[in-house]
């Protein structure tokens, strides 16, 4: 029984096919976001933050593109076999889009001058304007760091399962039934070696996390959360900083009350000020208003409003001595950061609910600021202003009104894909017949619009950062999605092929697909990438089509 709308595509016009189209690639492109979101807002769960990152992100991030392929391969075995080639078509499409498009368009969003072979991250201004075009392609691009470099090597290896499908499918030639039964044992072997890196690239994701390399992602989307005014500061900080220090054995900082409760001689961890800093760093310069600096105490007392942290101007001048080891009244990085961390590790008997609150116009102008692009520009078009029901919460309560909102974005996502995958499935199907046009060429254009678009929204707003360690969480993204392209939803082909008796007949596709893996897994081994590197990449996209055209017209491949 078919899942989903029951409108029979061959049943409408033209206008009515489009209208389609569009109803269903808008609905799998916000459940996309749903499950992209609710994912991410998990990872400022400490309790779940390694379990989602190594393997909640990656797998519920494949569930788009997996859905399609699935339904594709539904109904009659006649209908599956051609069917099929829609699938087929969203998995390359999906796979070799993540792998140029949007890696162009973040490596351009996150350009800087290279001066001397070096990306120019530690400069003032990191990308000079008034630059040509020719100039910007040969002197302008971006690190790539060891973990890109790890992860092209991760995703080349994870092709493995079409090498074990595809070669003994060159030599089966004859009708599609006896393909399909010669294949049928070696589609086992490839759906098995699927699971195998599947669990393998999931292992491999939370010794990551362990190591710290998920540490970026996280403070990125942080960062992120502050930005659009959906957290305060203690609810998105706070109980990490109880979870890095009840691994060390420290305990609880404060058993009292109030800020005078933190004993003198509690001093947070490195660990802890190296993550604080990161997080913090920006809004620090941000409300350093005359750039000296340092923070005075009126710069302070703006930052702790906007931040709901309504402290009484007593405790600001308490906590503000307490920290500022030279008594200069004037407060550095490092003092800013640990008086954040007494800030955010006290209980709240100091704050007061009378205390003045900035105008919410003036917040979102802060915000913008606080989390600025570093060529200057702020996302004003991100900034929401903050829902007081949410921020002005406990942090405890914070994060259970995360989680709660989390798992319901997840539920709902997931539940939309279901809906709307078999249908969308059948629309592209029937606009390959109306424009005959061989199914694939159009799933692998217009599948990855609806189920990959929040991929390429979000690695191009993580890279517009221009850091390199942001640099590194958009680019490793595209690869990690790639890599589940490789492994979870090949895995679902090859579960159709082997279960239903479907012959694997798509040479010049999985040539296609492994080949610019293998391209880009090349590429991202050197030190740095131009724009003039991340031009080519975005040509792969067409070429690609222009190859598997080839391959099938005038070479004879299937």
Known sequence: MAIGPTIDPADVGTTGLIWLFFSYGYALFYSANLIGEGSELLLLVPSMAGLVGGVVL????????GAIILFSGLGSIEVAQDSLSVGIGALAGSTIMLLTIPWALSVFAGRVDII??????????????????????????????DEIRHGGIVMALTTIPYF??????????????EVAEGEHWW??????????????????????????????????????TLQEGKMSLKGVVKSTIKTMESKRSLGSVSDGTGYGAIPSDSEPSPEILSELKELLHDAFRAYDSDGNGTLEKHEIRVFLKDFHENIDEDTVNEICARVDKDNDNLISLDEFVIL?????????????KNAPVVDKGFRASIQAHVFKDDDGEGDDDEVED????????????????????AFKMLFVGTLMVVYFSDPMVDVMQEIAVKCSIPPFYVSFVLAPLASNSSEVIASMFYAAKKTRKTMTVSLSALEGAACMNNTFCLCIFMGLIYARGLAWQYTAETASIVVVQFIMALLVQKDVMTCGTALGVLAIFPLSLVFVFTMENYLGFD
Request: aromatic content about 6%; proline content about 7%; overall charge neutral.
């Open 58 to 65: 990656p797998l519920l991030g494949a569930v788009p593109d």
């Open 116 to 145: 001397n072979g070096n990306p120019n991250y530690r400069g003032k201004i990191k990308l000079f304007p008034g630059k040509s075009t020719s100039e910007t392609l040969r002197t302008t691009g971006v690190a790539v760091s």
């Open 164 to 177: 074990l499908i595809q070669i003994p499918a060159m030599f089966m030639h004859g009708p599609t039934e």
């Open 187 to 224: 589609a086992l072997g490839s759906l098995l070696m699927c699971l195998i890196g599947l669990v393998a690239y999931m292992v491999l994701q939370l010794k990551f996390n362990d190591a710290g390399q998920t540490k970026d992602k996280r403070i990125a989307i942080a960062k992120k």
């Open 340 to 352: 954040c961390y007494y800030l955010i590790m006290s209980d709240d008997d100091h704050s007061t």
């Open 386 to 405: 903050i829902p007081e029901d949410f921020t002005d919460l406990s942090p405890e309560d914070q994060q259970s009104a995360i989680k709660l909102r």
